[in-house]
Each structure stands twice: as C-alpha cells, then as structure tokens.
C-alpha cells in the first residue's frame, strides 16, 4: 500500500524487475501486490477470502507510516492483521524526536517539510505505535535499530517483527 498515487509508477517497475529476478532465482510462487488505497481499504476489499489469500509472508513500510491518514498505530495494527502466521513486518520510518528540544525543533519546521514532504508529518509517534502494537501482543520484535539524518533531524527506526505462530491469539 503507497499512499502517494505519484509513486505507483516507479513502485510497479520495481516489482515488476523484483519478480523477474525472483524468476531468475528459481523462486516461483513470489506474489508482489500493489493496492491503490489505504490498509483499510484493502483490508476490507478482501473480508470474503480466506486469510491464506488475504494475509502475507511479508509487509513492508518504509517511510510511509508519517502520512498515512489513519494513523500510525491502526495502520500498523491493520499490518499485523494481514500478516500470515509468522509473517515478517520489515519497518523502516523516522519517528519523532526524542528529546522535548528535538521535538519542538520538529513541530517549528513541520508547516514547510509538510509541503515538500507529500504530507509527512515529522511529529507522528510512528515508534510509540511500534511498542503499542507490540504491547497488544501482535507481535513480537525480532530486531531494531535507531539511527537518524539530516544532522539528527530525522531520527530513524529500522527493525523487523514477527506475528505469533498459529494458534496463538493476537
């Protein structure tokens, strides 16, 4: 799922070389979905299939997770729903900044990086939502990693989770 409608161009010639290479390799049951909507959206449009069509090996969210409309922590719960048992959650997003003087330095040039940031919004409690959906218990976090940009502008947070294996709730 790709917010931006502009990206969805470049996005399907990746997928598309992505799938060839995957050819290429051998790996012939790989399936790369593009969704023009939001996870809820998408979540909804597949309520009548089975979670084996419906839910994914794999979701991934990378630099997204700033401007969906819904919000970090339900989209993010809305990731956990579609992941098969198992399933890997690979995030790679930046996150508010840590400190109170970070934060308001955010919140002063948050009007202007909205404008050239297809919507971003520097303020989102992106890695708040991480721990939360973790805390629910729909997954568990295999990895994470913290780093930042722009001179410490832009703290990062790359990590993997893994949703609980069958029969266990989430």
């Not at 997928?15 to 390799?25: N, P, T």
């Not at 729903?81 to 040039?109: C, D, F, M, N, W």
Request: proline share 5%; aromatic share 4%.
């Amino acid at each position: 799922v790709e917010p931006n409608a502009l990206m969805h161009t470049q996005l399907r010639r990746s997928m598309d070389k992505a799938h060839a290479e995957a050819l290429a390799a051998g790996i012939e049951d790989l399936r790369l979905t593009l969704f023009d909507g939001t996870l809820e959206d998408y979540a909804r449009s597949t309520e009548g299939l089975s979670d084996e069509a419906r839910r994914f090996d794999v979701v991934a969210t990378l630099l997204v997770l700033c401007s969906v409309p819904e919000g970090p922590a339900e989209a993010l719960a809305t990731c956990a729903r579609l992941l098969k048992p198992r399933g890997r959650l690979l995030y790679l997003e930046h996150v508010q900044g840590r400190t109170s003087t970070l934060r308001a330095v955010q919140r002063a040039i948050q009007p202007v990086y909205g404008l050239f940031g297809d919507g971003c919004d520097l303020c989102r409690d992106t890695g708040g939502a991480i721990d939360l959906v973790e805390g629910a218990n729909a997954w568990t976090r295999r990895h994470h990693r913290e780093g930042s940009l722009a001179g410490g502008l832009l703290p990062l947070v790359c990590g993997v989770c893994e949703a609980p294996p069958p029969g266990k709730n989430r």
